[in-house]
């Protein structure tokens, strides 16, 4: 086999591994954090507003799980009086994944929700709520196991 053979063939394997990584490339779901992306950024200084007042409480709102659910605990001074808001289980390697649900805690400030709902992994878990006309944000990370 001459040189020129073996030109044409690393230029043929160059093309069908350039080809074979377009095709790839054309197949990969592409997601943004949000769908209204640019209308989220705009909002922005709200979701700083309200974890300043989210540190202003005795303690975080804190997120624990047991065999069968993911548990939403709300500080003392936040049970008992109605909380309006949501809270959004973001996964960010498949929105197709992701767990949206209004806030709708017990006479002890506290949220269950089913792991049925999960697909294992990372979630970053942002929960938005109003109460007493205050506005309140906090963002905790949470592994569903």
């Not at 074979?20 to 054309?26: H, P």
Request: charged share 20%; glycine share 6%; no cysteine.
């Amino acid at each position: 086999m001459n040189w020129g053979h073996k030109i044409i063939i690393v230029f043929v394997l160059f093309a069908v591994g350039i080809l074979t990584l377009v095709t790839k490339s054309m197949r990969t779901r592409i997601d943004m954090v949000t769908p209204n992306y640019y209308a989220e950024e705009l909002k922005y200084q709200q979701v700083i507003d309200g974890r300043r007042e989210a540190l202003s409480l005795s303690a975080p709102v804190s997120i624990n799980q047991s065999d069968k659910s993911v548990g939403i605990l709300f500080p003392a001074e936040m049970q008992g009086i109605p909380l309006k808001g949501n809270v959004l289980f973001y996964r960010a390697s498949d929105s197709r994944q992701d767990v949206s649900l209004p806030l709708q805690p017990d006479e002890n400030g506290l949220v269950l929700v089913n792991k049925e709902r999960f697909q294992k992994g990372n979630y970053r878990v942002q929960l938005q709520w109003e109460a007493r006309g205050k506005s309140y944000y906090q963002e905790s990370f949470v592994t569903v196991n």
